[in-house]
């Protein structure tokens, strides 16, 4: 059975991401197109939807004239949330560059795998970083001159960005650029522990903006409406609300660097924010946080949740801090954002929505046979937004994709027929999902086992309810001559904090065992270990109600 979209579907044209969100639309014809747009939200500057235009366009000719870039080059971008991220975005696009944007809290050999991965030509990062990106370029011998800066100064020989804009704006639209070129390679984890390039196009961008725009008539936006930008702008869910749809859709956002709760209440209560994209560890904060009472947060009238679902338990405690409506839905960085999502009304509670126009979805059992209504089983898509493919690894786009186009996500659940909408139940896949950031259980077992004590490891994702996330836990065997305590928990918490990221740490702990379940074939058996954690939680239950 194949599950189709029930809202109309909706034409997309064949053309560049650069030009299409540069002409002329029902909103940006109705809007002061000099009013404030991209608004940095301590400092009060701001940037309008025509400046962004003009400077962009100067930008693309820039990047080809005077820095030699090409089209289909790739240009790696690091950094926390610019004000004038838009303006670098889109001016790659207008010069028919592929942008490969990152976390700028990697470690060395993180960002090392994303340059060489992508092959980037050029890269853009904030000075801060340039100690450890410098130690990369130097080895891998991408030049000074090929290394760019979010500012106005130059350091170590790398320039600002803006310092190499043409003279002359770029033509839209632009001439050999298709809607099936690649704009960006976003990077996703991948089960065996390195990230994949995401091969995402211009037409997908495209497909996804206008999606969003149609998938709710009611939804389209006031004309007063403000934005609040705290997401990533190099996550696939920030990029899309915050960057693109915000600027198709003329809609000021109000730019935080970093996610700090007092501020974001404090810019909600100054700048009267009416729309927060969020993710479920943020609305526990604004549910339950003491500080949030000290501001008025009445202004927001939707906020849209996603990377994971939402508990009614949490959506109840949320609705009393802040009366909004909340709409949440379901994606992935290989479908360019949601391709699921509630109305501007919600749905049932727990449920992920209906289908975006044009997608398609289909469910099958562990047979790999498809199955009907309120049956359970894995989500395949097929459709306008879903990925060209991952970037020069035949093997995972041949394990990701059928023969006949569609796109297997990992994760299990299904439509229900009495609310005619969908559920996520569960993943498939290994992977570890803390606060919307992908965590690969083998990176980090990996990483445990390069260290001399540990025998054998397991990590899992345990739920923590009180922050609305998974968390890494990592279950450890040590070598007979160790001692199995909290002195050498911490020895491996420490080695393993030193080595990853900030969401890869293991919140979760470490706890030891005498051996780790395996198959015959020797892998690891790791819903038997999800088993001890549901038995652990339902201990800790029973211990609360005694």
Request: with cysteine.
């Amino acid at each position: 059975m194949i599950y189709k979209a029930t809202v109309p579907a909706i034409p997309i044209p064949d053309t560049d991401l650069f030009s299409f969100l540069l002409e002329s639309n029902e909103f940006n014809q109705s809007k002061d197109l000099n009013s404030p747009l991209n608004i940095d939200g301590e400092s009060g500057k701001s940037l309008s939807w025509n400046y962004i235009r003009q400077q962009s366009s100067l930008l693309a000719t820039g990047w080809k004239q005077n820095v030699g870039l090409s089209k289909g080059d790739t240009v790696a971008i690091f950094a926390p949330n610019q004000i004038d991220h838009a303006i670098l975005y889109l001016s790659l696009l207008g010069a028919q560059c592929t942008i490969s944007p990152g976390n700028p809290a990697y470690t060395e050999a993180e960002f090392e795998h994303q340059i060489t991965n992508c092959r980037a030509s050029a890269l853009v990062t904030v000075a801060g970083l340039l100690p450890v990106l410098l130690n990369i370029t130097d080895k891998i011998g991408l030049p000074r001159s090929k290394i760019f800066l979010f500012g106005d100064k130059q350091v170590e020989g790398c320039r600002p960005y803006h310092s190499i804009k043409g003279t002359t704006e770029v033509s839209a639209p632009i001439q050999g650029s298709r809607g099936d070129d690649v704009a960006f390679i976003c990077y996703s984890s991948g089960t065996t522990g390195l990230a994949k390039g995401v091969m995402l196009t211009h037409g997908n961008f495209i497909a996804q903006i206008l999606q969003s725009v149609r998938v709710d008539p009611e939804n389209e936006g006031d004309a007063d409406d403000v934005i609040l930008g705290f997401l990533p702008f190099y996550h696939i869910y920030g990029l899309t609300s915050l960057v693109f749809n915000a600027y198709y859709k003329v809609t000021p956002v109000i730019i935080m660097a970093r996610y700090d709760l007092e501020l974001l209440c404090q810019l909600v209560e100054k700048y009267k924010v009416t729309l927060a994209s969020i993710v479920p560890p943020v609305a526990v904060h604004l549910a339950k946080a003491p500080i949030v009472t000290k501001y008025n947060l009445s202004s927001i009238r939707l906020i849209g949740c996603g990377a994971a679902p939402l508990s009614r338990e949490h959506i109840e405690a949320l609705a009393k801090r802040i009366p909004a409506k909340l709409v949440q839905g379901y994606g992935m960085t290989e479908t360019t954002s949601g391709v699921i999502s509630q109305g501007v009304e919600g749905g049932v509670a727990g449920s992920i929505g209906i289908l975006s126009p044009n997608m398609e979805c289909k469910i099958i059992n562990t047979e790999g046979k498809e199955v009907g209504d309120d049956q359970e089983g894995e989500f395949l898509f097929r459709g306008p937004s879903i990925m060209k493919g991952y970037y020069n690894n035949d093997k995972a786009n041949a394990e990701t994709f059928t023969t006949d186009g569609w796109m297997r996500t990992g994760d299990v659940g299904k439509y229900d027929s009495k609310s005619g909408e969908f559920f996520i139940l569960d993943r498939i896949k290994e992977l570890i999902k803390f606060k919307g950031f992908q965590v690969a259980p083998a990176e980090l077992e990996a990483i445990l086992t390069g260290l001399d004590i540990v025998a054998d490891c397991c990590v899992v994702g345990l739920y923590d309810e009180s922050q609305a996330t998974e968390i890494p836990r990592a279950y450890v065997v040590v070598q007979p001559n160790v001692e199995a305590n909290e002195k050498t928990a911490k020895l491996i918490n420490d080695y393993v904090t030193k080595n990853v990221t900030n969401y890869k740490k293991l919140r979760g702990g470490v706890k030891f065992v005498s051996a780790i379940p395996k198959s015959p074939s020797g892998k690891i058996l790791r819903r038997e270990v999800k088993e001890w954690l549901k038995e652990e939680q339902k201990q800790i239950a029973i211990r609360a109600r005694l």
